[in-house]
């Protein structure tokens, strides 16, 4: 298995299986011309076997810190230690970016991403409450219930 971090639209494009849906040009290359975005692909023979994806965040009074934003392996290549690598990847690139620590955001009852989270060696911080607010992909305005 090898590791790279993406760096093309193609690159992203090819790896869209693991994402939730297709890679859009414009976004692909939106998220490429973020300096804090990265996504870093695993490829078991030349083809994308897994994908992890951060975002760096930072702020006046904290500095900066890494969030592993998504992580995807291929349902036909689970079970082998790939999602542990990818977040073990990120968390090596957080460090090298001077980053003061790494987090992600789980649904409490997601076992298997709780279990490679834990083995790359995450630990429960506590409770943790999410709230969102969607926003109209077309108006850019939140939606009304």
Known sequence: MEIRRARTVAELVA???LFDGAARQEWAERFLA????LMLIAYLDG????????????HPDKGTEMCL???????GCRRRGIGRRLALALAD???????YGMWVGVDTDNEAALATYASAGARDEGVFAMRGWPFSPDAGAPDTP
């Open 34 to 37: 973020s300096p804090g975005h």
């Open 93 to 99: 690139e957080a460090r090298a970016r001077g980053c």
């Open 69 to 75: 934003y998504e992580l995807s392996v291929d349902e």
């Open 15 to 17: 790896a869209e299986g």
């Open 47 to 58: 083809v994308p076997a897994g994908m992890v994806s951060g975002v760096e965040m930072s």
